[in-house]
Nanobody, 128 residues
Framework: HVQLVESGGGSVQAGGSLRLSCAYS????????MAWFRQTPGKEREGVAV????????TYADSVKGRFTFSHDAVKHAAYLQMDSLKPEDSAMYYC?????????????????????WGQGTQVTVSS
């Protein structure tokens, strides 16, 4: 059983920064695949970033590349999404997700993979 708890959302002005956290617990070992997704009402869920737990390899959506940084701390059982140069279009509910397996193809994991474990989400609002 895996539990994920997001935190760090809030309201900022365009150009500002936020750091989201995802605390995870449960049956998670060296091989895991974790991702951040976001969703706004009426839109499809969008994969933002994915990380291979075993080696820290990351892949980002084109919409956030160069502005967002996904990192993890295996000792603290936490993952972080540093979001800089925020834009109003980044406003969404952000979710972390995790599977206790390798990511494999990173782009596929970001865009197609049906993750098994999800957090409850944290809201990010960016005003212009």
């Amino acid at each position: 059983h895996v539990q994920l708890v997001e935190s760090g959302g809030g309201s900022v002005q365009a150009g500002g920064s936020l750091r989201l956290s995802c605390a995870y617990s449960g049956d998670i070992y060296d091989s895991y695949c974790m991702a951040w997704f976001r969703q706004t009402p009426g839109k499809e869920r969008e994969g933002v970033a994915v990380i291979e737990g075993a080696d820290g390899t990351t892949t980002y959506a084109d919409s956030v590349k160069g502005r967002f940084t996904f990192s993890h701390d295996a000792v603290k059982h936490a993952a972080y999404l540093q979001m800089d140069s925020l834009k109003p279009e980044d406003s969404a509910m952000y979710y972390c997700a995790l599977d206790s397996t390798y990511c494999g193809d990173m782009r596929t994991s970001l865009e197609v993979r049906d993750f098994r474990n999800w957090g409850q989400g944290t809201q990010v609002t960016v005003s212009s």
